[in-house]
C-alpha cells in the first residue's frame, strides 16, 4: 500500500463518514438523532475505509480517479469546517459555502487526474 492509496482510503472513509451520518441526522426527526447517526456513519465509514484500501489496486483508472475527487471532497469539508470551528473566517464560511468549495474541490481533483492521464505517452 503506497501513500496515495492509504490517503484515498483514509479520505474516502472520512468522506463517507460525514454523508451518511449528516443523511441520518437529517433521515430521523428527533432530537437526539446524532446518537445514532454517528456510530452508523462510523461504521460506514470504517467499511469504505477497508474496501479502498484492499481494493484500489485493482481498480480501473477511471474509478480511481472519481474515488480520489470524493476524497477531495470530504477532506476539503473536513479542512474547512475545522478553520470554521478556530474562527478563522467563521463570518464568511457558511454550511452552502462549505459544500460548494468541496464540490468545486472534487470537480478540480478529477479534471486534474483525467489531464495528467492523458498527457502521459502509451508503451508500445
Known sequence: MNGRTLLTAIGSGITTFLLITVAVIEILDFEFSAIIALPIGLLV???VLIGVGVSM???SAGLRRLLSAYTAFGLTILALLGL???NVGRSVLSTDLIVGVGAAAAVAVYVAL???S???PTAQ
Open 118 to 120: 492523458g498527457s502521459r
Open 45 to 47: 465509514g470504517v467499511v
Open 114 to 116: 483525467f489531464a495528467r
Open 57 to 59: 489496486s485493482s481498480l
Open 84 to 86: 470554521r470551528y478556530v
